[in-house]
T-cell receptor, first 114, second 111 residues
Framework: DAGVTQSPTHLIKTRGQHVTLRCSPI?????VSWYQQVLGQGPQFIFQ???????GRGNFPDRFSARQFPNYSSELNVNALLLGDSALYLC?????????????FGEGSWLTVV | DQQVKQNSPSLSVQEGRISILNCDYT??????FLWYKKYPAEGPTFLIS?????DKNEDGRFTVFLNKSAKHLSLHIVPSQPGDSAVYFC??????????FGTGTSLTVIP
């Protein structure tokens, strides 16, 4: 069975540009979360979506937005990129958002802002 | 405000011996805990979980212990193998909400 898939795997953007990252969850999983990981830190929560609705948002500026589609795939959008947005962006899926649900990560999208 | 802490940035262990990785948390509402292993240039791989209603969970060479009164959990790997060399993250959540991650412990298993 396919795990969580993310695209693109690597990308380089210029300050001020916009980026869209995509994620397909594990088949049957209805919840998708996005995390940002910078070097030397653990993943930081950005968004959680369940049944196409935003269920949680981390401490990130409004330049970050996301959505979930009817097939449960998801997009993360970041506008007006800053150098500090350079990071590994991880998508995770889980069956539901109830307590006790493990989240499974994709390989991530490496974003470099120059 | 770091709600989950891994105070040891690195750990070295001889092959065949036990590796013990520690994690502390501050939020008493956390009810589900996870451990992940991460290799460079890869996403985190789920290892083992534990619910707050348990104090131990075992899966092969991996055992997680939870001490709720101390707000502490640990991951034991026995016996340690060179392929276990990676960065290990603990994570915690409350009532199905976001997971909070520690900063990771880099484990090196020496052959």
């Amino acid at each position: 069975d396919a795990g969580v898939t993310q695209s693109p795997t690597h990308l380089i953007k210029t300050r001020g540009q916009h980026v869209t990252l995509r994620c397909s969850p594990i088949s049957g999983h209805k919840s998708v979360s996005w995390y940002q990981q910078v070097l030397g830190q653990g993943p930081q929560f950005i968004f959680q979506y369940y049944e196409k609705e935003e269920r949680g948002r981390g401490n990130f500026p409004d330049r970050f937005s996301a959505r979930q589609f009817p097939n449960y795939s998801s997009e993360l959008n970041v506008n007006a990129l800053l150098l500090g947005d350079s990071a590994l962006y991880l998508c995770a899926s889980s069956f539901s958002r109830l307590s006790g649900n493990t989240i499974y990560f994709g390989e991530g999208s490496w974003l470099t802002v120059v | 405000d770091q709600q989950v802490k891994q105070n040891s940035p690195s750990l070295s262990v001889q092959e065949g011996r036990i590796s013990i990785l520690n994690c502390d948390y501050t939020n008493s509402m956390f009810d589900y805990f996870l451990w992940y292993k991460k290799y460079p240039a890869e996403g985190p791989t789920f290892l083992i979980s534990i619910s707050s209603i348990k104090d131990k969970n075992e899966d092969g060479r991996f055992t997680v212990f939870l001490n709720k009164s101390a707000k502490h959990l640990s991951l034991h790997i026995v016996p340690s193998q060179p392929g276990d060399s990676a960065v290990y993250f603990c994570a915690a959540s409350a009532q199905g909400n976001q997971f909070y991650f520690g900063t990771g412990t880099s484990l090196t298993v020496i052959p």
